[in-house]
């Protein structure tokens, strides 16, 4: 398996991806808006036999107690129901976070599973005073740091990109 970045001739697959992974169409939306929108983004693909297999978004988030805050939410993530359970999702997670420190990231949140992200680092963002925004079990809303401390200083609420209002 190969992960790489995002090329233009990959999207067609990665909604594809996106349309086989999730019950709705609003993920494959969700990374069609934030490719549209001119965000700083992070698009990787797991390519295995020569077909995308897998895709991971990463995209800025904000703070208005802390506008300097370099941090990106991990949304969305998905992979073709045949590569589940074989390490393609965990594989996107390591390269996108290693990505992000890369280029400069401090921390990265992830709405997602409480059994699954612990386990690359993520832990309930309420324990850093960091809140999603949305209505969700606190649990499920993580955060890791990718600069050890770096989340000392940030609080509040997240602010994602308008294109995850249409969620």
Known sequence: MVIRQEKPADR???RT???AAFDTLAEARLVEQLRGSGATI??????QGGAIAGHIL?????FSDCPDAKMM???PMAVLPAFQG??????LVRAGLQACREQGVGAVVVLGHPE???????MPAMDFGIDSGYDVPPEAFMAIELEPGYLQEVAGTAQYHRAFADL
């Open 12 to 14: 067609e697959s990665i």
């Open 17 to 19: 991806v996106h349309e």
């Open 42 to 47: 992070i698009s990787l693909v797991a390519v």
């Open 58 to 62: 990463f995209s800025p988030i904000s």
């Open 73 to 75: 939410s991990l949304a």
């Open 86 to 91: 074989f390490g393609v999702g965990s594989a």
């Open 116 to 122: 699954y992200y612990p386990r690359f680092g993520f």
